[in-house]
């Protein structure tokens, strides 16, 4: 799996869930099931995807995200976006 | 508690089934998100870091057992089995589906809630003394006038597309419980030079990146003219506000801009023109329909401080420990104030679970006469405890890990979502706290500092009040990393201040570290008695400075 390059990432219309941009242009909840572009006409063409599907009702504010390996994983690059991916780092007990 | 009438009821439901239309435009692609938004944010709903949150109005504070069991089953049936307690007493719940949120408002009407204009740029909901009815310093209840402003401020036909949002805040005692010099307006209850109750009036006070205390452009006003001076407020506000820039768009920044003088000449100006209006009068009627629903409730005759209860403090230090941090005085003779701290260590400030308000719901008909309020630092209050019941109370509070001493103590922290679930936030405020209240478990520790409140906020827009905790803690994101920023000296009460920035920022690992170096520093300068704001104030910020980063010249050169 690659691990490096960029992922679109968005909050689902219907519950507001975080999700990432799939190849086969469906949305997934796993950062793994997600499209990685590897380079920046990938990613522009990916990020054209999540937009269609934006004014298509699937999801709201996608936008690309920077992703870096991690022990083999794909991990955000920014802070903001791992809790994003990740949910909450408090009230995990609650976790649906 | 106020009821419903059939006006109430109509409006609600009519707003419920506006709002179920608009949800299914916006899932059918009728409505571009754009256009959904900012009718979704005026019935409270919110997209947040993870899914959409939903803010519920508790209206000046004032919950029913009815209404709690309610909330814990939109936790446990809509959401993730718990709701958060946020700094103007509402309620959060941070998961709830789109398509069932016109669901979640029915069932919040059914138990006559809402959340309308809990967002937007509004009149908000309308903020209270939790005490309100039961301090035994109060002038007069404020909760009739609070409802009185919440009915003329929901769907007021002018005031629905304000600059910005617009918060309220009342407040029937000199104390001040309710942080009401840091509201776009707030309000005492006063008595004149000849005994008669009226308001004082503030304007401009805030948080967020411009902070300020509210000042007073009218010492007393006659509660006949309440409506018409507070429509004279937001209209000039309406009109001045300014609008190119929401960082500058709040009433604080136009009060400021002008001066205070200039700013009471407008809005008296404005109020000369409609004071007289039929339509702004307070109804007598109407004031005197609301107040029948705050009257007293049927106390028992009961003699107060009864021998049984001081034998039980002196017997059982815990439970002195409790009663003298979590009880407060109540103005029945026999009955008591209980504060149900939601600050457990590290417990997320201001969370309760489901089952947790199930149990308190339970708990409150059993010791409260079915009454509780919450408060604007996220603890929760039974306000008419018989005291011979303090201690069984007490009991099972400890059960529900409830029962934590620290009401006003270092632990009883505020916090914002932060991070974790704010799309707005910058750092984590939530961690920030349960690390503070695990270094500051030791209750022998906790009452011997005293009074000391700690505010967190994870970014400039101040939800966690940093600027008016004792000390203030300001999350900061510097190439990726979360830093804290300390102030001190801030308050929200009667008193209130802005806190003063103590220096460069500190990684979070660094806070309770820091927070334990004030605190030493504090203990030994302070006088007898003398709270840690009064040593501040009286000492100034240099002892707590070096006390922090110490006094190398290079330390004392990062700081400055």
């Known amino acids: 799996m690659d691990t490096k390059g960029q992922m679109v990432l968005a909050n689902r219309l219907t519950d507001g869930h975080v999700v990432f941009l799939a190849a086969d242009g469906g949305w997934v909840e796993d950062i793994a099931g997600g499209a990685l572009a590897s380079d920046q006409d990938a990613a522009q063409r990916l990020l054209a995807a999540a937009q269609l599907a934006e004014s298509r009702n699937a999801v709201v504010e996608p936008y690309l995200i920077g992703i870096r390996n991690e022990a083999g994983r794909r991990q955000p690059v920014s802070f903001r976006e791992a809790i994003r991916a990740a949910g909450p780092t408090v009230r995990t007990d609650l976790a649906d | 508690m106020y009821r419903y009438d059939e006006f109430d009821h109509t409006l609600v439901a009519e707003r419920i089934g506006t709002f179920r239309r608009q949800v299914e435009r916006r899932l059918s692609g009728d409505l571009t998100e754009d256009q959904f938004k900012p009718l979704r944010l005026m019935n409270g709903q919110y997209l947040q870091l993870h899914a959409y949150m939903l803010r519920v109005n508790i209206p000046y504070g004032c919950l029913s057992s009815r209404q709690l069991h309610q909330l814990a089953f939109i936790a446990r049936r809509y959401d993730r089995n718990f709701g958060h307690f946020t700094t103007r007493q509402n309620i959060q719940y941070n998961w709830i589906k789109l398509d069932e949120t016109p669901a979640v408002l029915a069932a919040l009407a059914a138990v006559e809630m809402n959340a309308m204009q809990s967002s937007g740029n509004c009149v908000r909901n309308i903020t209270a003394d939790q005490f309100a009815g039961r ?239 919450v408060s604007h630092r996220q603890n929760l209050v039974f306000p008419d405890v018989r005291q011979t019941d303090l201690r069984a109370l007490w009991q099972e509070l400890q059960k529900l890990s409830l029962a934590t001493p620290n009401i006003g103590k270092l632990t009883d922290i505020i916090a914002c979502p932060g991070l974790d679930f704010c799309a707005l936030a910058n750092t984590r405020a939530i961690p920030v706290a349960q690390d503070i209240g695990r270094h500051f478990s030791d209750l022998a520790v906790l009452q011997d500092i005293g009074e000391l409140t700690i505010n967190i906020s994870g970014c400039m827009n101040a939800c966690g009040h940093h600027h008016v905790g004792h000390i203030g803690i300001l999350g900061v994101e510097k190439n990726g990393e979360e830093f804290f920023q300390l102030t001190l000296g801030g308050s929200s009460a009667e008193d209130a201040s802005l806190g003063d920035r103590l220096g460069r920022s500190i990684p979070a690992a660094e806070v309770p570290v820091a927070i334990e170096a004030i605190v030493c520093r504090y203990k030994a300068l302070r006088q007898v008695d003398e709270r840690f704001l009064d040593t501040y104030r009286r000492v100034g910020i240099e002892p707590f400075k070096e006390a922090v980063y110490g006094n190398s010249p290079q330390r004392r050169q990062a700081v400055a």
């Open chain 2, 135 to 373: 301090a035994r310093d109060e002038i007069e209840d404020p909760r009739p006038w609070c409802e009185l402003i919440r009915q003329w401020s929901i769907l007021h036909p002018e005031f629905s597309y304000l600059p910005r949002k617009f918060k309220i805040a009342v407040s029937g005692a000199p104390s001040d419980r309710a942080a009401v010099k840091l509201h776009d307006v707030g309000l005492y209850l006063r008595r004149n030079a000849d005994g008669v109750i009226g308001f004082e009036v503030l304007v401009g006070g805030g948080q967020g990146r411009l902070p300020y205390v509210g000042h007073t452009i009218r010492e007393w006003l006659a509660k006949d003219d309440l409506l018409s001076y507070l429509e004279a407020i937001l209209r000039i506000y309406n009109l001045g506000g300014r609008r190119d820039n929401p960082q500058k768009a709040r009433i604080k920044v136009q009060v400021n801009a002008l001066g205070p003088d200039e700013f009471r000449r407008l809005v008296d100006e404005e109020w000369a023109q409609i004071r007289n209006s039929p339509l702004l009068a307070v109804p007598g009627a109407e004031i005197e329909r609301i107040t029948a629903y705050f009257a007293d409730p049927a106390w028992e005759k009961l003699p107060d401080a009864p021998v049984a209860v001081a034998g039980q403090r002196k017997s059982d230090p815990a439970f002195d420990a409790w009663y003298r941090a979590n009880v407060v005085e109540h103005r029945a003779p026999g009955y008591a104030i209980v504060n149900l701290s939601l600050k457990a260590p590290g417990i997320a400030p201001g969370d309760l679970t489901a089952d947790q308000m199930d149990q308190v719901a339970e708990l409150a008909d059993r010791f409260s006469l079915g009454e509780l309020r």
